[in-house]
């Protein structure tokens, strides 16, 4: 009778654990990091929750249940300097990470052949500029069109680069999308890509009328001959420094570019405010609909804040969200103006 208890009670345990073949399993080693906090979070699928991962005397090991159950998941590793690793993680898979917490960039994921080529790749590219990871996606891509790597490796190198390749963009995802037809996500994209293979210039916005802080209004027909700087932002999502970093723009070039704003602020308020906190003298557009305005679909912005800078002719030749490093060489060439 006991002996049956304790077969009963063991079977019970194993029940209520679940099965850890139907899992997915995640361990790590690092050196130089004896305690901490790693954080895992997909922004697809395959968790439905941030989860926090504790490391004690330089390892973890983390077990959950992937939603995805039929594809790899793209799982994002925060580390506590706040960059990221990517793991593909499947139920009944084992995963390993081993690295040191002074040299990140050099960590090694293994334990499946999907981890082991993002490794590969990422080793290998350590120093490549935007446009030769661009390069080196696409001939992934078309190694190996049927990964789930070639899914990560085209959204972040190709189809969210700051100089979209229109043709190389076009080419990869009929790739993707003939060798992976299923793919919730590569059939999401197709919208976007539509929009931004689209030829973008000020025509886009019509007669817009961009409102100055005399009540003068402004629309892009009156910017002929000028280069135009449309920068997107809202009080709510720190734009300040962005802001300033326009202000110093508008201070040096106003006489040779026209800079115009599209705020997403929901209230006249917040908008009045964050125009006298820094002193913002260049016409702005705001319908006070926030992510609904239906501009916002033209622009195809997955964040804010965010720049567009068009030519003289006012055809789209750049844009970012980062104005020192994406926009201000382009404007300086656009302008003439000499680097010292």
């Known amino acids: 009778m006991k002996r049956f208890i304790l077969y009963y009670f063991i079977a019970f345990t194993l029940l209520s654990c679940g099965n850890p073949q139907s899992r997915f399993r995640l361990t790590g080693e690092f050196e130089h990091l004896q305690q901490g906090e790693f954080y895992l979070y997909s922004p697809e699928n395959g968790l439905t929750s941030f989860d926090t991962i504790k490391i004690i005397n330089g390892n973890f090991d ?33 995963v390993q990470i081993k ?5 990140l960039s050099e960590t090694e994921v293994t334990g499946t052949e999907e981890n082991k080529l993002l490794t590969n790749f990422r080793k290998q590219h350590l120093n490549s500029s935007p446009n030769e990871l661009m390069k080196a996606a696409a001939a992934f891509i078309k190694e190996k069109p049927e990964s789930p790597v070639s899914r990560f490796l085209f959204q972040k190198y190709i189809l969210d680069a700051v100089h979209i390749d229109t043709i ?7 790739i993707l999308s003939t060798h992976q037809p299923k793919s919730t996500q590569i059939l999401k994209w197709q919208s976007v890509i539509t929009a931004k293979t689209q030829k973008l210039t000020t025509n886009t916005f019509g007669q817009l009328s961009f409102i100055d802080t005399k009540r003068d209004t402004t629309t892009f027909d009156d ?6 700087l449309l920068t997107v932002w809202a009080s709510w999502l720190g734009s300040s420094y962005h802001n300033y970093q326009t202000k110093k723009l508008w201070t040096q070039y106003q006489d040779s570019i026209q800079i115009l704003s599209i705020s997403l602020d929901l209230s006249a308020n917040d908008l009045n405010e964050e125009i006298k906190r820094n002193d913002i ?3 702005i557009y705001c319908s006070f609909e926030g992510w609904n305005d239906v501009l916002l679909e033209k622009i195809v912005l997955k964040e804010i804040p965010y720049a567009l800078l068009f030519d003289k002719e006012h055809n789209l030749v750049v844009s970012g969200n980062n104005i ?4 201000t060489p382009v404007l300086k060439k656009l302008i003439h103006i000499e680097e010292p």
């Not at 910017?223 to 135009?228: A, E, N, S």
Request: glycine fraction near 6%; hydrophobic fraction near 30%; include cysteine.
């Open 281 to 283: 003298r260049w016409p």
């Open 99 to 103: 690295g040191d917490a002074r040299k």
């Open 62 to 94: 983390y077990q959950t249940e992937i939603d995805n159950s039929d594809d790899y998941a793209t799982l994002h590793l925060l580390y506590p300097n706040f960059t990221e690793q990517v793991i593909f993680a499947k139920n009944g898979t084992h």
């Open 223 to 228: 910017c002929k001959g000028k280069p135009v």
């Open 324 to 327: 020192s490093e994406d926009i």
């Open 168 to 174: 190389l963009l076009q080419d990869t995802y009929k």
